[in-house]
């Protein structure tokens, strides 16, 4: 039985539950399990389990080919001792470490040792591995070379000899794959089978593991994820042989779910990348999974995250040796890291471009991204005369063969001509740009030259055009929120695509438009979470349907790649050409859209932005980033009032909140208010500074913008899920209590406990539905990724998900999860509390912090001290005005989410 410190839930990272000690007093809180009764020593393994890598090349036995004098690298999941090492019978010298939670032992094998042992007595049967020493034949060194020089020749001789050695034949039809596919040739897929088929006969892992990686990462780049996939999970029975194998796995499993838009497995799959690479000291893909992830924390807007592992990566990268892929991963970090440190992206970039003019020369167009970027980065950092110069300069050593190039290079001229406030001549490019970008794959171009378009009439002061751009700018927003899961656009919508919003509600203000300027940041906001919880949706897609989703993701890349392909061929053409075009184009647009609602159609994606009534004397207050600061909207009955608060910082600018003038006289009179924050504006805790604007000190819900039904009758029926797991015995004595209170005044409450509170019998009542309310007292986990497997813990190991909570017809009226971390968090777009919101709920008290067991009680006797039918918001800040000392700390966790 444990005892009243502990917490009621688990956190849910990446690296799974956490236990969180809090203070000197070693408090524990609801958010951790029951500490376990420490186990005895477990005997040792009668057969040791040994991942191992380093190897050349693995051959089935297994049997590790070493090149030279290597080091093999072991790793034994918690054995509990450290095992002897033998090479050829003889104990070997090893290095030993604690990885991972288990013992890294690395030995160092020279050429003629013949195997490699980890046992001692006490296990009855070693773990061995037979080493041996093979090189590449001449031949295959010979096409390799060749390849450098000349495709056409290299493959001639690859395709016409004829070795008798197998291995020999399987590496040479490995080759002739990557040949027949640098060439375009459609039977290089044929190949690779080929050599897959010859490698697994000849018993060469590594040959057979690197051909599917191959297989994988060209099916990729073709949009074929579902054959992507299915060749990395041909890897399984390889694995087996070759555990260092699961490092590359896991890198490309991550690759082809980022493309099809499920960040969250794919930040998993990287996660998992790193600790094999780390039990077996295998860095070969850390630095492009460092970049992959930056890539998708900057989606899912995870700023802090995203910049902490920016500075890590930038110390990395000179790790790499081959100068040339030095240079690529800047090009990489200059361009992911621009919305984060803009400073930081300029030197990366200025270090790239200096190793492209000095130890790689080369010649391909990988360098001109970099100049591109560089130029972006320049106008960022405001350097407009440098910038103009790196835009001449690319000019001058681009041969712009492409359509996609020359747009992309005039766009990037506009904005240096706007910025040096030459608005008409930019203007005249940014509509260039805008006819020949709309049928582009990226949709960045299209969206940046509206917003260009917006700008410069702005400058040249014609507000109606650059609103009327800007209704434009948002419209293609809301297509592009549709393009996220596809891989397009993701770092449009990390930071940047907030910019034309910014702008718009700015020109509405000043016009006086306030209810059209809180409907866009309205809309704004529930994009923004639209967009993060399109990839959730993916992540939880059954195995069927995920198969289904990735082959209509392939059509609409086919689609896309037709506007592309018709764009390519026109830029160049004279006006009365391209007008020839339209109509092959709209019946292209046509099918684009059939296949984009057949997406949609497989996650249930439902972007509809609907602003609920607001009844008298309740006003919506909506946060949203502006410039340096943020805008502050408050609807209410009667009108709607908007101002600027200046501050780069949350200190800052609530200050500035606190001391406006505007917001105080637009919450006059105000009995509640309903607060509208965008991403990680939810972190902040905004309620006091709102309450200290007026005398009412008006009740706050945090609101995700849900029509709400009034006036309905709410069911007296009430359902308490007391201490699933049987760890808190102050949740089950508070869930006794509110039993208690609630039938005293009427009630019908339905209770379970313990080992009756499964998932089963949980979503049986809820499905039942009739609930007026809901009581949960337990454990519960927040996903930090993006909240979709966030849950709460019952019985028997079971979980109560997001997806759980969906499933059900109709929520309780009112429910209150007393339990740590019952919300999403952060830019997360969505938690439990949410879930139980978009269900059907009116309201739903949860925590965003730790909640202590002995002090939650307390808070929920407070609660409970009010009428139960009464809006939970309302008692929440009874309670919270009420409480003194630690008990106002554990109230001020809790917030109201309300529709």
Not at 679 to 698: F, K, M, Q, W, Y
Request: with cysteine; proline share 4%; aromatic share 6%.
């Amino acid at each position: 039985m444990t005892t009243a410190g502990e917490g009621r839930s688990g956190l849910l990272t990446l690296a799974g539950l956490c236990v969180v000690v809090v203070a000197a007093g070693a408090v524990y809180l609801r958010r951790a399990a029951p500490e376990p009764t420490p186990a005895p020593s477990a005997p040792r393994p009668a057969k040791l389990e040994v991942a191992y890598g380093g190897c050349h090349e693995v051959h089935a036995g297994p049997v590790c080919l070493v090149a030279e004098t290597s080091t093999i690298t072991l790793w034994l999941e918690d054995p509990g001792f450290v095992p002897t090492v033998r090479l050829d019978g003889a104990v070997a010298p090893t290095r030993v470490a604690d990885v991972d939670g288990g013992v890294q032992l690395k030995v160092r094998v020279a050429p003629g040792v013949k195997a490699l042992s980890v046992g001692e007595g006490e296990v009855e049967t070693p773990w061995s591995l037979r080493t041996d020493h093979r090189a590449s034949s001449p031949l295959v060194r010979r096409v390799k070379q060749m390849r450098n020089g000349g495709l056409e020749a290299a493959w001639s001789l690859a395709s016409t000899a004829t070795p008798e050695d197998p291995h020999e034949r399987a590496e040479l039809l490995s080759l002739l794959a990557r040949l027949e596919r640098d060439l375009g040739r459609s039977e290089w897929l044929d190949t690779v089978a080929r050599s897959i088929e010859l490698h697994r006969t000849n018993g060469c892992i590594t040959g057979a593991a690197n051909d599917l990686a191959f297989m994988s990462y060209r099916l990729r780049v073709d949009g074929e994820l579902r054959g992507a996939r299915s060749a990395l999970e041909g890897m399984a029975d390889l694995i087996e042989v070759a555990p260092e194998l699961r490092v590359s796995q896991n890198y490309f499993l991550a690759a082809v779910d980022q493309q099809a838009g499920d960040a969250r497995t794919a930040l998993e799959r990287l996660r998992a990348m790193d600790r094999w690479g780390e039990r077996l000291d295998d860095e070969t893909y850390r630095l492009p999974g460092m970049q992959m992830k930056l890539l998708l924390l900057s989606f899912l807007s995870r700023t802090s995250d995203a910049a902490s592992l920016l500075k890590e990566l930038s110390d990395a990268i000179d790790e790499t040796e081959a100068p040339c892929e030095r240079a690529w991963m800047l090009n990489n970090l200059a361009w992911f890291g621009r919305t984060i440190d803009a400073n930081a992206s300029v030197l990366a970039a200025q270090r790239g471009l200096s190793i492209y003019r000095g130890e790689c020369n080369d010649s391909s167009n990988d360098e001109v991204l970099l100049r591109l970027t560089y130029a972006r980065l320049l106008l960022l950092d405001n350097k407009i005369d440098d910038a103009a110069d790196a835009v001449g300069d690319l000019r001058a050593v681009w041969n712009v063969t492409s359509g996609a190039g020359r747009v992309e290079l005039d766009e990037l001229d506009a904005q240096v001509r706007l910025a040096r406030g030459d608005a008409t001549n930019a203007l005249l490019l940014f509509e260039s740009v805008l006819e020949r970008s709309s049928m582009q794959v990226d949709p960045r171009v299209y969206w940046s030259a509206l917003l260009g378009i917006a700008r410069s009439e702005v400058t040249l002061e014609r507000v109606e055009k650059a609103l009327e751009a800007l209704d434009a700018a948002e419209r293609a927003l809301d297509g592009l929120v549709l393009a996220i899961p596809l891989g397009e656009g993701r770092t449009l919508f990390a930071e940047e695509h907030v910019e034309s919003s910014i702008l718009l509600i700015e020109l509405l203000i000043s016009r006086g438009e306030i209810e059209r300027a809180h409907r866009v940041a309205t809309h704004s906001i529930r994009r923004h979470s639209s967009a993060l919880a399109l990839s959730a949706r993916i992540s939880a897609l059954p195995d069927l349907r995920r198969s289904i989703w990735e082959e209509r993701v392939r059509a609409y890349r086919d689609a896309r790649k037709r506007l592309s392909a018709e764009a390519e061929m026109g830029w160049g053409l004279p006006q009365a050409e391209l007008e020839k075009r339209r109509g092959r184009r709209r019946a292209a647009e046509e099918e684009l859209t059939r296949n984009m609602e057949a997406l949609m159609s497989i996650i249930g994606v439902d972007l509809a932005s609907r602003a609920p009534r607001l009844p008298q004397g309740v006003g919506e207050l909506v946060l949203h980033p502006a410039k340096d600061g943020i805008f502050a909207l408050i609807r209410r009955t009667t009108e709607t009032v908007a101002t600027y608060v200046p501050g780069d910082r949350e200190g800052a600018w609530l200050e500035g909140i606190a001391i406006s003038n505007v917001l105080r006289d637009g919450m006059k009179g105000l009995g509640e208010v309903r607060l509208l924050t965008y991403g990680e504006l939810n972190d902040v805790d905004v309620s006091p500074t709102i309450r200290a604007l007026t005398a009412e000190s008006p009740v706050i819900g945090y609101s995700m913008g849900l029509p709400r039904s009034l006036g309905t009758t709410m069911p007296r029926r009430a359902l308490v899920v007391s201490d699933p797991d049987g760890s808190l015995p102050r949740a089950r004595s508070e869930s006794n209590f509110v039993r208690e209170r609630l039938t005293s005044q009427g009630w019908r409450v339905d209770l379970i406990s313990g080992a009756d509170a499964d998932r089963d019998r949980l979503l049986a009542l809820l499905s039942d539905g009739g609930y007026g309310l809901m009581h949960f007292a337990g454990h519960s986990a927040s996903d930090a990724i993006d909240g979709w497997r966030s849950y709460l813990r019952l019985a028997n190991g079971d979980r109560l998900e997001v997806a759980d909570v969906f499933s059900i017809d109709s929520a309780p009226t009112y429910v209150v999860l007393s339990s740590c971390y019952g919300s999403g968090r952060g830019a997360a777009p969505i938690g439990i509390a949410q879930a139980f919101l978009a269900r059907g709920a009116r309201a739903v008290l949860a925590a965003t912090g730790p909640v202590e067991d002995s002090r939650a009680r307390t808070v929920m006797e407070r609660l409970y001290e009010q009428e139960p039918s009464s809006p939970p918001e309302a008692r929440l800040a009874a309670v919270q005005w009420s409480s003194r000392g630690s008990d106002a700390s554990v109230a001020a966790h809790f917030r109201a989410y309300v529709r």
